[in-house]
């Protein structure tokens, strides 16, 4: 059973950054793919990023691309998520999610497909 454990969160105005960080433990973190993804109220939970085992394999969706930023530290078990330039639709509670991948390097996006997650942090972008 792996633990994962978000920090960063927090209150913004528009166009500021932040960083947000996921420690994972209790799995070998090499061998899962990490995701972000966000919910905001009325919405579905929908995956903003994506990375897999290789940190070559990575997948941002159309409305954080170019302003967010996904990356892990395999020897530090965390994964980061960037964001830059945020928006007031920015504003969710953001997971972090693990899927254990010991065969694939590729990301995934699909909540059904992960297997651990955290209790998630919230993001709030005043404009």
């Known amino acids: 059973q792996a633990q994962l454990v978000e920090s960063g969160g927090g209150l913004v105005q528009a166009g500021d950054s932040l960083r947000l960080s996921c420690s994972v433990s209790?799995?070998?973190?090499?061998?899962?793919?990490m995701g972000w993804f966000r919910q905001a109220p009325g919405k579905e939970r929908e995956c903003v990023a994506s990375?897999?085992?290789?940190?070559?394999?990575?997948y941002y969706s159309n409305s954080v691309k170019g302003r967010f930023t996904i990356s892990r530290d395999n020897a530090k078990s965390t994964v980061d998520l960037l964001m830059n330039n945020l928006r007031p639709e920015d504003t969710a509670v953001y997971y972090c999610?693990?899927?254990?991948?010991?065969?694939?390097?590729?990301?995934?996006?699909?909540?059904?497909?992960?297997?651990?997650w955290g209790q998630g942090t919230q993001v709030t972008v005043s404009s």
């Open positions: 999610a693990a899927k254990s991948a010991p065969h694939s390097g590729g990301y995934f996006i699909s909540t059904l497909l992960y297997d651990y």
């Open positions: 990375i897999g085992r290789i940190v070559d394999a990575t």
């Open positions: 209790g799995r070998t973190f090499s061998t899962l793919a």
